[in-house]
């Protein structure tokens, strides 16, 4: 039986792992079937939380004054985490952010794991959802705040014990730890002309934005600009972006 892990879960501004940001870090180090240590951090977002993601996350952008850079949060969760698998349910949602952190600023990451949602869809075909909340309720589990990157963390470290201990003995292959595979680019800084046509453009169409503009990837800069010039038009005639 798999007795030591960290069960991971994240908070972001959306579901896109190329485009939205991370805005918490929640994890839960197991060992030998008991937590022994409890991580939790919030990561900067560079903008201001729209009130459907505050309502999803409970997180507000007040909150997250002072929170870390994301490199710095990545660094501090790989130092928890150590050597030990991760446990998610979806896992590799999770992760895929990590990820597409880690290639950014250059940092080998690559981690196995194992996943809850994988488990249960095998496990428990009956069931209607397999959604952390819902297998939460369905074996008496208790969450104290409902999509919240540590308490679902723990969520998921009581469902895998449960899972684990009704169904290892008939499906041992899924409580394996597995290398994770996702694929990431990595994402540059907006270069100076990106930033010098993107403030021009703001400026010359009144456009209020919650965005850091230096804190935009090449791709990003590259689609707002692309977003603006499509809903608002040029500066002038002839006026080209990078």
């Known amino acids: 039986m798999l007795d030591s892990y960290v069960a991971l879960d994240l908070e972001m501004t959306g579901l896109n792992a190329r485009r939205d940001r991370i805005l918490e870090i929640g994890a839960v180090r197991v060992v030998s079937h008991k937590t022994t240590a409890l991580f ?3 990561v900067n977002p560079h903008r201001k939380l729209t009130k459907q993601v505050e309502a999803l996350t409970g997180i507000s952008s007040k909150m997250l004054e002072g929170a870390k850079e994301d490199k710095e949060a990545l660094l501090k969760l790989i130092e928890f985490c150590g050597e030990l ?3 998610g349910h979806n896992i590799i949602f999770d ?3 990590l990820k597409q952190c880690a290639v950014n600023y250059d940092i080998n990451y690559q981690k196995q794991a194992v996943d809850t949602l994988k488990i249960a869809r095998k496990c428990l075909p009956q069931l209607e959802s397999k959604r952390l909340e819902y297998l939460g309720r369905y074996y008496g589990l208790c969450s104290k705040q409902k999509h919240r990157a540590l308490s679902d963390a723990g969520l998921t ?3 895998f014990e449960i899972l684990q201990e009704e169904y290892a003995e008939r499906y041992p292959e899924l409580f394996v ?3 994770l595979q996702y694929k990431a680019k990595k994402q540059g800084p ?3 002309a990106q930033k010098r046509d993107l403030m021009d453009l703001i400026s010359y169409h009144k456009i209020s934005t919650d965005i850091e503009i230096e804190s935009l990837t090449r791709s990003e800069a590259s689609r707002m600009i ?3 010039l499509s809903a608002c ?3 002038r005639e002839g006026r080209e972006h990078v």
């Open 85 to 87: 698998p991760l446990l």
């Open 40 to 42: 939790q951090c919030f």
């Open 233 to 235: 038009g040029r500066r």
């Open 226 to 228: 692309d977003q603006i």
């Open 157 to 159: 470290a009581d469902l």
């Open 177 to 179: 730890p597995r290398p």
């Open 190 to 192: 907006l270069t100076p």
């Open 95 to 97: 992760y895929g952010f």
